[in-house]
């Protein structure tokens, strides 16, 4: 039986924290074992926002080589450039004259982002529909979302659904797949908030390209508390819970693995334990990246996902084209 298709795109942004790597990432790495994936960097929309070029430019490689090097195995994903397949455009223009300004501008975050400033350009207002043509051009079965982001998903179907009523049967109806929450990591040293790459204090957060002196330091330095025994207990030792968060996912092993281990360490010993696994880990992230981000093989990679969606997106957007009109 054929794998069911599921889609991902990816902002770049350019920092993937510690956090991002154990709640979001392994689960991708899962993911690409169950169904037929395709996973792109979804550069045209972080345009929508004023960036400067260079930055973009330097994210957008940094972000798949570090994905890659995360474990997202391009053997298994089609991995490929958004703003390298012209077709995206094309195809997001003839579902703009089918969507409706009403149905845009209720969009949440649209309505968050423009309250921010009164000049935002068009983008901000349409990239939803540049997002549904990121969809629905591949036939797409899953789009893994946050339930934060489930909105954009549900407009890509409203979309869908009006193309095929008014054309004919163009589009398959996708489905979210909604992310379970992965383990929760936060940050060191305010356990209570979430790992955050914006977070005022940076020796909270591990980002996956640190220099691993720093992740050490910044894992030896975590905030714990007073009672001086290793438990798993959120409400009262919210920063030995997270070092065991972190230790049991880099590790593969169970919270009582972890418990049973370390009945008769100190906190000094415990975190010794984590930071070395932390830095084992990242150093073989680190290096993969560090042989990935100025090679051909990544270019290769980019190189084939390109003209593998290229294909696909061409034939839809022919299909497109015909139904609506556009020929001589």
């Known amino acids: 039986m054929d794998k069911k298709r599921v889609l991902t795109g990816l902002q770049p942004t350019g920092v993937i924290t510690l956090g991002n790597y154990i709640g979001a990432i392994k689960q991708m790495i899962e993911c690409q074992e169950k169904y037929d994936s395709i996973l792109f960097i979804a550069d045209m929309h972080a345009i929508t926002v004023p960036i400067d070029a260079d930055t973009l430019a330097k994210n957008i490689r940094q972000l798949i080589a570090l994905y890659i090097a995360c474990g997202i195995d391009p053997k298994k994903n089609t991995i490929f450039l958004q703003s390298e397949n012209e077709y995206h455009a094309n195809i997001s223009w003839m579902l703009e004259c089918n969507t409706y300004y009403g149905e845009l501008s209720r969009m949440t975050q649209f309505k968050d982002k423009s309250k921010k400033s009164a000049n935002f350009t068009a983008g901000l ?38 193309f095929n009523k008014k ?99 100190n906190y000094g010993n415990f975190k010794t334990a984590v930071a070395d696994v932390a830095v084992n880990e990242l150093k073989k992230i680190q290096d993969r990246f560090n042989e990935l981000i100025d090679n051909k093989e990544l270019d290769d990679i980019l190189d084939a996902g390109r003209e593998k969606t290229r294909m696909i997106a061409k034939e839809k957007y022919d299909i497109m084209k015909q139904k609506i009109g556009l020929r001589r």
Do not use: C
Not at 134 to 159: C, M, N, S, W
């Open 167 to 265: 054309y004919g049967d163009t589009f398959k109806i996708p489905e979210p797949l909604i992310r379970e929450e992965g383990v929760k990591i936060t940050d060191l040293q305010d356990p209570t908030k979430k790992m955050s790459k914006s977070s005022e204090n940076q020796k909270g957060v591990i980002r996956l390209l640190d220099d691993v002196d720093v992740i050490r330091k910044k894992i030896m330095s975590a905030t714990t508390d007073s009672v001086g025994k290793i438990n798993f207990d959120v409400d009262n030792q919210p920063g030995i819970s997270n070092l065991i968060n972190i230790y049991i996912s880099l590790k593969n092993k169970t919270k009582e693995e972890a418990l049973e281990e370390f009945s008769n360490s």
């Open 125 to 162: 207002l349409t990239y939803p529909v540049l997002m549904a043509a990121d969809i629905l051009t591949y036939d797409t079965d899953f789009v893994p979302v946050g339930i934060d982001q489930k909105q954009h998903v549900e407009i890509a179907r409203d979309i869908a659904i009006r």
